[in-house]
């Protein structure tokens, strides 16, 4: 593209109420801490015998998988096929959303939930459900003429929380009826959290919109929020945005994103924020 002209949202609608994120860091402790360092040794040893024998370039389907593993561990153990994990375990961050959410909703909020896991996205409904509080859900496996309804339903209030899978609704729907976003697992791609944010933080939105991230201190999570800025601030600098780009990554960044669980995690405080 010899030439390109932009636009950014905020010069083109200049009438949107402010946008609030929000990080909230999370800590594993007990059972799901030792479950992710067995998964994240087990990981590194795999794909340094992988790198050696088939170098690099040839292993992103293994290096992808091994880290897909660690991410789900951050999420919920659960997630992880074959991981031995105690029924009863509840992840840190289910257990952050049993506070987080009948406060949104007592506050008169509506929110909608996005993650990239369909499973995550079940054990809240079953929290939801647990809690007394109505809630609605679009994943990859809702029909398509089922999509127009749960929006309108939502649009309508008929339910305060929208669960939402980040693949399938995070671009193409009109959800200004909500104020707050919940994104609860980080993409590589930072472009795609904001596609979804803007489902609510569109043209029609008459308040303020908060955005909140739940982070596992100290691990592959936060480590990829790094990786994010920097990509964010190259594709800033180059004018565009080339979503397969955003997932590639260096020798010396796997290992980073490898490296052991540590406490002291990059935002200081229990919530850094950002106001946009």
């Not at 590589?188 to 959290?193: G, K, L, M, T």
Request: aromatic share 4%; proline share 6%; net charge neutral.
């Amino acid at each position: 593209r010899p030439f390109i002209l932009r636009r950014r949202k905020d010069q083109v609608a200049t009438e949107l109420p402010p946008k609030i994120e929000i990080t909230r860091n999370v800590t594993l402790q007990g059972t799901q801490r030792e479950l992710y360092e067995s998964v994240r040794v087990a990981a590194d040893h795999l794909l340094r015998r992988v790198l050696q024998r088939q170098g690099f370039a040839s292993s992103q389907m293994s290096i992808l998988d091994a880290l897909l593993k660690l991410r789900q561990v951050c999420c919920d153990p659960h997630l992880v096929p074959g991981l031995p994990v105690p029924p009863e375990l509840l992840g840190a961050k289910l257990e952050d959303l049993q506070t987080l959410l009948p406060g949104l909703v007592d506050e008169g909020r509506r929110v909608l939930v996005f993650s990239q896991f369909t499973g995550l996205l079940a054990r809240v409904g079953d929290l939801l459900d647990a809690q007394g509080i109505a809630w609605l859900r679009l994943t990859g496996d809702t029909p398509v003429a089922e999509r127009g309804a749960l929006v309108q339903a939502f649009q309508a209030q008929q339910a305060p929380v929208f669960l939402i899978s980040l693949k399938a609704g995070g671009t193409g729907l009109n959800l200004t009826a909500a104020d707050t976003v919940i994104h609860l697992d980080p993409w590589w791609n930072p472009a795609v959290e904001q596609q979804a944010t803007d489902r609510a933080h569109r043209i029609g939105q008459t308040q303020s919109v908060f955005v909140y991230r739940l982070v596992v201190q100290g691990s592959i999570e936060e480590r990829m929020l790094t990786l994010q800025q920097r990509k964010a601030q190259l594709a800033e600098s180059l004018l565009g945005s080339d979503p397969a780009e955003a997932g590639k990554f260096s020798v010396a960044e796997l290992e980073g994103l490898l490296a052991p669980l540590v406490d002291e995690g990059l935002p200081t405080g229990p919530e850094s924020r950002t106001l946009r």
